[in-house]
Structures are given as C-alpha cells and as structure tokens.
C-alpha cells in the first residue's frame, strides 16, 4: 500500500448512467473511458500498463469465463472497462422525498424544505447551474464554473503556464490523467482539457440527488458540511479573475 493521495475528491457513482462526460474536468467522453483511467493513474491503482493490469485477472478461470460469456472474446483491456461502467449503471437511485414532492406528495418534505426549494429557484439562484426538472432529475447543467473554490491559495497564472508546458512535452490522455489527480495542476480544472483561459478554475457542475450522504463536497473535497457550502456560495466564492458570474 502506497498511501499516496489525490488531489481530487472522488465523486458519487449514483445515477452515472445519466450523465454524459465523466470527472470534474470532463476529460472522459464514456463511462468505459472513465472506468479505465484510475487502474493507470499513479495515485490511484498505479499499473505501470495496461497489460500488468490484465495480469491480475486473465488467467482466472473465473474471469475467462465470464469475459467469454459476456463479449465472446479473451480478456481484454478495453472489455473490462466496459464492464466496470455496465456494472456503474446499474446504480440508478431517482426516488427522494423531493422527488414525491414534486410528483405532488405535499406532506413528502418539511416547511422548513419547501422554504428551501423556493430560495432555490428565486434568491439563492441554486437553479442558475443546478436545474431540477422532470427532464434533468440530477440537479446539474452539465457545465463548468469557476465558482471560487481554494482559489485564494492559487496562482492561476503561474500554474496554467506550467500546465501548458507539461502537455505539450507529452499530450498524452494519460498524462492529463496523471497531471488532473495527482498535481497541483489539478486546480486549473477544465483548463487542463481544453486549454482554454476562460476555462481556468472552471469544474463541472455535480450532480444534488443524495447530496446528504456523499460528502465531503466540491471538487477537493475541501468542504466538509451542506452547512459548508451555503456559507461559501452566501459570501460569493473566492474571488479571482476567473470566477463565473
């Protein structure tokens, strides 16, 4: 055991199967993409490569099995992503009281909750990156903001340089892996994907469906309570020269 740590806060599986681009930075276009990341990143899995990794399982009888029943091949490095992100969207978890609030259940959440979802939608301006409709029951835009995180403890200059520098000496999707979750570098956010300056700071919008139990919040984890977060969006966010409006 390497006990190394990331600098990114791992989010929720639930409901994945709805989304359409994975991680905080949106550098992962599929679910099977995403799956195979972590078993090469350095501060996570940590294989060396991709047939080391299938070392561990393709001479299982067990696995040979399953992966012939499954895909009709050998084990393979690109099947057993696809297996992880089939077994991922099988966490489907749409039922909450709010759900049957909204499906016209008035007794489903409290007073003080139905002060809550008018603040939401009205004053808090909640809803500007985090809507909630039938037709989008995660709570998220799917879009990216710089919404003021830790950014008091960057130079988001300096490390958007160094960024740049690192990608070009080796553009390779696994080298943004490894930059994204195990450097500094991991604060540029979307940047480190699109190399954009307007994406500097900038993370996805998570999704809220059964936010109670998965803290801690934002993308470092930096935030340990809801009670965290409202303090932090009530005083504006960190100011920097990125920050979403």
């Known amino acids: 055991i390497r006990k190394q740590f990331g600098k ?3 989010q929720t599986t639930f409901n994945v199967a709805l989304l359409h681009i994975f991680f905080w930075d949106g550098r992962s ?3 099977e993409h995403q799956a195979r990341q972590p078993i090469l990143n350095p501060v996570e899995m940590g294989m060396p490569d991709e047939e080391t990794a299938l070392g561990a399982i393709k001479d ?3 696995y040979q099995k399953m992966f012939k029943e499954a895909y009709g091949r050998d084990v393979n490095y690109e099947d057993v992503g696809r297996a ?3 077994f991922e969207r099988t966490f489907v978890f749409l039922d909450s009281p709010f759900r049957r609030y909204l499906r016209g259940d008035d007794d489903a959440i409290s007073a003080d909750a139905k002060a ?4 939401f939608n009205g004053k808090a301006r909640c809803v500007s ?11 998220t835009d799917n879009r990216f903001h710089n919404v003021g995180v830790s950014a008091r403890h960057q130079n988001f200059e300096k490390l958007a340089v ?6 070009k000496d080796d553009p390779s999707e696994q ?8 450097t500094d570098l991991s604060e540029l956010g979307r940047f480190m994907v699109t190399q954009n300056r307007a994406d500097i700071g900038s993370f996805r919008t998570p999704q809220l469906l059964n936010i109670g139990i998965t803290q801690p919040y934002m993308h470092d984890g930096s935030m340990a309570t809801l009670w965290d977060v409202m303090d932090h969006y009530n005083k504006g966010g960190e100011v920097n020269p990125f920050l979403d409006g």
């Open 8 to 10: 990114r806060n791992a």
């Open 175 to 182: 080298k943004l892996d490894e930059l994204a979750v195990g």
């Open 29 to 31: 276009p599929s679910l």
């Open 162 to 167: 160094d960024a740049l520098k690192a990608l």
């Open 129 to 139: 990156c985090h809507h909630m409709n039938p037709s989008n029951p995660l709570g």
């Open 116 to 119: 809550g979802w008018v603040l």
């Open 84 to 86: 992880i992100a089939a």
């Open 60 to 62: 299982d009888p067990e």
